[in-house]
């Protein structure tokens, strides 16, 4: 990977967690307003999880010239590495092993909501 790909796929990461923070911050003033569910705010999460891979997916894509659903993927995967590894990193004394179905419900949101979103673009 060239330079100019890995700019490209940091300004996307970058891009994806900026859009990840406002609707972060839509979802909790709905969740104070509108006093939603548990189920409610999974299913929430999980779709901000799916826009935001969708959107970083998307810019990945449009930047590369070739492959760009690969772009789209990669850029979902490190998406999910990263929110992955500051979860654990900050909840290690109270869950010091994740629960594998969860993580892989993610990790799959987050890979093919990345690789539409390249495929898209």
């Not at 967690?17 to 609707?23: C, V």
């Amino acid at each position: 990977m060239d330079i100019s790909k890995s700019k490209v796929l940091l300004r996307s990461l970058l891009m994806a967690y900026l859009l990840s923070g406002i609707l972060l911050l839509a979802l909790s003033f709905a969740l104070y307003r509108l006093k939603l569910g548990e189920q409610q705010i999974n299913v929430a999460v999980y779709g901000v999880y799916v826009i935001a891979c969708l959107f970083g997916g998307f810019l990945a894509g449009k930047a590369s010239l070739s492959r760009r659903f690969f772009w789209g993927m990669l850029t979902g995967i490190l998406y999910f590495a990263v929110l992955f590894a500051v979860s654990w990193l900050m909840n290690r004394e109270r869950m010091p092993i994740p629960d594998l179905t969860q993580t892989a419900t993610v990790l799959a949101c987050c890979a093919v909501g990345g690789t539409a979103g390249g495929m898209f673009s």
